[in-house]
């Protein structure tokens, strides 16, 4: 099940979605609903889709596998008659495999991202967006950014009001913006003591509230800045800089999340002059603002 069903479910639940009727449809004969030690019949075929004004595909079983011929024509038939049509974490491939993306923005799960751009190359994946509404399709990424979408497509259903109590009910935030980013740390390549260049890297680790020149890393690791860059791409994928950049943020998140400290003074902690220094970085590698990032993840209390 995913997590937009879920929060469509407790939508009507809670009495807020009177008028809809929320219909679980298998795309396949005799499918069932697995997880949790379960195997559930699921109620609906293809049939159902015929009249629905939304359809959410939760997941798909295997991005490189090609959906099944009537999924995609039912889904074209859908989108053809006006219904909007929503595709979340791996369910977004199967809106892939239907060519209703070509040319459009769309994201799925960070860690798909890549293969999405490779099989369907006209498709202008965002690996970093929540989810992006782009009128009659919807994409989200993986895991909760598909409550973000079902809350978004509540309140574009249902209004403001109604979305924001049921984002009350469920102790989830009200609204965070498709274009936020995904909440993922960049993947730490694995450091070995006999890598000068790792080895310079986890020393930097722990420097990151220091002025931190890529020359003085390349002299740490007694190699030439030239040679120091192509080996620290090789391992990392990015420039000296970026990376530490990276970091510098990744580890202003993981104190506004467990800090009451001013965002001001947690920048100098990261190696930044200031809070101002902090927030373009900040902006562009996570989504939000550092105040808007602990609003949502920090302690109850906080000082700004």
Not at 108 to 134: E, K
């Amino acid at each position: 099940m995913s997590f937009a069903f879920g929060v469509f479910d407790m939508a009507a639940n809670f009495g807020e979605l009177r008028d809809v009727d929320i219909r679980v449809v298998g795309g396949e004969p005799n499918s069932t609903l697995r997880g949790g030690g379960m195997n559930v019949p699921v109620p609906y075929d293809l049939a159902a889709i015929r009249d629905a004004d939304l359809v959410i595909v939760p997941n798909w079983r295997s991005p490189v596998e090609r959906p099944p011929e009537p999924v995609l024509d039912a889904m074209r038939a859908a989108h053809s008659r006006g219904a909007r049509l929503a595709g979340l974490c791996s369910g977004a491939f199967v809106l892939a495999a239907t060519g209703l993306l070509d040319g459009r923005p769309a994201t799925t799960h960070w860690g798909m991202a890549s293969a999405m751009s490779d099989m369907y190359p006209t498709i202008r994946v965002d690996s970093g967006a929540l989810y992006i509404d782009d009128g009659d399709v919807l994409t989200a990424g993986g895991g909760a950014s598909g409550m973000d979408l079902g809350l978004h497509l509540i309140r574009t259903m249902c209004g403001a009001d109604v979305a924001n109590r049921l984002a009350k009910s469920m102790v989830l935030p009200p609204h965070r913006p498709g274009g936020q980013a995904q909440y993922i740390e960049s993947p730490m390549p694995e450091l070995h003591d006999e890598d000068p260049v790792t080895e310079s890297m986890a020393w930097a680790l722990t420097k990151l509230d220091a002025n931190l020149p890529v020359d003085e890393l390349a002299k740490r690791a007694h190699m030439s800045r030239r040679n120091y860059d192509r080996r620290f791409r090789e391992i990392t994928g990015s420039a000296p800089a970026t990376w530490l950049t990276h970091q510098r943020v990744i580890r202003s998140q993981q104190l506004l999340e467990s800090t009451t400290l001013p965002v001001d003074q947690i920048a100098k902690y990261c190696g930044f002059s200031s809070a101002a220094a902090l927030r373009p970085h900040f902006r562009r590698l996570v989504g939000v603002t550092p105040q808007a990032y602990r609003e949502t993840f920090g302690m109850a209390e906080t000082v700004s």
